[in-house]
């Protein structure tokens, strides 16, 4: 009841969760998201750019990722992903851990990987890196 296909945006996408864990994948067609927003989406920038896009393009989901609450970012090139995570207190100073992904397929599109915990702490990272590692592309 969590997925979500949108033919318009070259979406796809599911959201699994319990209650320790929310975790979503997104994919996105690259070059449907070019057509539709030309002036974030690129064609002619590094790889690097083009996986960072999409956390531009999803401001209004990561608005309350900050340079003040920023942990930790980087750029993989060999794997061709870029992650950020940061943290987030709720309104009764609950700590929530939320770390992204992003990496170019084999076929220069879009998979966001997005996990959010207010139980596992730092670990999300790992996790974060674990998942979005362990996806293989089809030829």
Same mark, same amino acid.
């Given at each position: 009841k969590n997925a979500v296909h949108d033919t318009t945006k070259g979406i796809a996408s599911v959201t699994l969760n319990n209650e @320790?864990?929310?975790?979503? !994948?997104?994919? +996105?067609? $690259?070059?449907? +998201? +070019?057509?539709?927003?030309?002036?974030? !989406?690129?064609n002619d920038i590094s790889d690097s750019l083009k996986t960072t896009r999409i956390f531009s393009a999803y401001d209004e989901l990561f608005k309350d990722c900050t340079n003040e609450n920023l942990v930790d970012t980087d750029y993989?090139? *060999?794997?061709?992903?870029? $992650?950020?995570?940061?943290?987030?207190?709720? @309104?009764?100073?609950?700590? *929530?851990?939320?770390?992204? +992904?992003s990496r170019l397929t084999k076929k220069g599109n879009i998979l966001l990987v997005i996990m959010r915990s207010i139980a596992f702490g730092t670990s999300v990272r790992n996790e974060l890196l674990d998942a979005i590692e362990s996806v293989e592309f089809k030829e």
């Amino acid at each position: 009841k969590n997925a979500v296909h949108d033919t318009t945006k070259g979406i796809a996408s599911v959201t699994l969760n319990n209650e @320790d864990l929310e975790m979503s !994948f997104i994919l +996105a067609s $690259y070059s449907k +998201a +070019a057509q539709n927003n030309p002036e974030v !989406f690129q064609n002619d920038i590094s790889d690097s750019l083009k996986t960072t896009r999409i956390f531009s393009a999803y401001d209004e989901l990561f608005k309350d990722c900050t340079n003040e609450n920023l942990v930790d970012t980087d750029y993989n090139s *060999e794997k061709k992903y870029t $992650y950020r995570c940061y943290k987030i207190a709720h @309104d009764d100073g609950t700590p *929530e851990d939320v770390c992204l +992904a992003s990496r170019l397929t084999k076929k220069g599109n879009i998979l966001l990987v997005i996990m959010r915990s207010i139980a596992f702490g730092t670990s999300v990272r790992n996790e974060l890196l674990d998942a979005i590692e362990s996806v293989e592309f089809k030829e």
